[in-house]
């Protein structure tokens, strides 16, 4: 892992536990940087008890051990949230010159100021960003691909975690979800997959979008069209 | 744990993964019934990346990995949620003679309805329930106990996972939520705990409540007042 960078590793809750030990042996405990819930809101529910209808985003950073810098874009409005009703009630109850509604603490002496209207920083439950499925309006994201995520999920982690210019990866990119995410954002991408498919629905949907890359290198398993 | 019991183990996201894999080998990975992300809704946001706002509750019972039967109420309107929006907007077409809204599909030659008043099962991710911290509806309810989990919380649990009549056991019950939880919905219960305060608070709730119980012993380390 580079430094500065955040890994995001996207798992269901049947396998995220035991990813979670294995990457903390690998990148060590003190580097886990915390975990996204993000629930699509869609999806069936079991006859047989609670249905697990949220996955699971495990975030992972070198500098988090270390103390050091991480990147977090929390200013950036794709992430905030707006503050609670109860906090919006309890706190809020002064107004600037421009009328906008604002709460003021005092830390340590310094006086901080938050405006109502600028929100508070997201939190680690996304319910935001519907899935894929059965949701008309992100039906022409569709590439057909089995798991393709929601373009706004993958703007949202691409706006979180680099700056313009920065190098994200995916390296098990799928129908290339991430890779237009960056590249629309201003991020230069590598992306990288063993299947056939995801291959050619990446370069596809790269194409269809006018996004210029170019193949570095593709694996003999790639070529002849079998699916490994 | 007994035929038919679910447990319910309670952690956060720097405990939850190491606890999940004991609990694996201890029960065995197909006892594991999923998980729930409990979201309060409120707490501070940390300067340096994403905080983690939820907590997560894992779910085992014996008969999950047996295929055995699994007691989940899920007709109770506490186990329920309102439909999605948009699926509302997009399959919720008819009306009964009542001038209910239903929805109906064929699944293998069998008719069902769906009412959009009943609301769907409940998802795994519990943002309806607010926490105990700086939130004025649940100050009644405090005791002063450090972790002290609402009511409500525990009273969807209960409801969730047994029937009247059913005993409930917590065995690190704290405060004694659970216990009161489970007492005012007709269950009986078993609580424990290996703390003063704990053992304090949750008595002198219990009477408050005018909840009859028995205390079955108690160890030599309860009895001189320090804190284990």
Not at 124 to 135: K, L, Q, R, Y
Not at 182 to 209: I, K, M, N
Request: charged share 25%.
């Amino acid at each position: 892992m580079a430094e500065g960078a955040t890994l995001y590793l996207h798992l269901d809750h049947r396998a995220v536990h035991d990813a979670k030990v294995a990457c903390d042996r690998l990148f060590g405990r003190g580097a886990f940087l915390g975990e996204i819930i993000w629930a699509p809101g869609n999806g069936g529910r079991g006859a047989r008890g609670f249905s697990v209808t949220h996955q699971t985003i495990l975030l992972y950073a070198r500098a988090a051990g270390e103390r050091g810098q991480v990147v977090y874009n929390a200013a950036d409005p794709m992430l905030r949230e707006p503050f609670a009703e109860t906090s919006l009630a309890m706190h809020f109850k002064h107004r600037d010159e421009d009328g906008r509604l604002y709460r003021e603490r005092v830390l340590g002496g310094k006086a901080y100021r938050y405006y109502a209207d600028e929100g508070r920083r997201l939190g680690s439950v996304w319910t935001d960003i519907p899935g894929m499925v059965a949701n008309t309006p992100l039906r022409r994201e569709g590439t057909g691909y089995p798991t393709q995520k929601p373009e706004r999920l993958l703007e949202r982690i691409v706006r979180a975690s680099s700056a313009p210019g920065a190098t994200v990866a995916d390296l098990m990119c799928g129908s290339g979800t991430t890779l237009v995410a960056a590249a629309r954002l201003g991020r230069r991408f590598v992306g990288g997959d063993r299947s056939q498919l995801a291959f050619a629905t990446a370069r596809e949907r790269l194409d269809r979008e006018g996004i210029a890359y170019s193949v570095l290198e593709v694996p003999e398993a790639l070529r002849d069209g079998a699916e490994p």
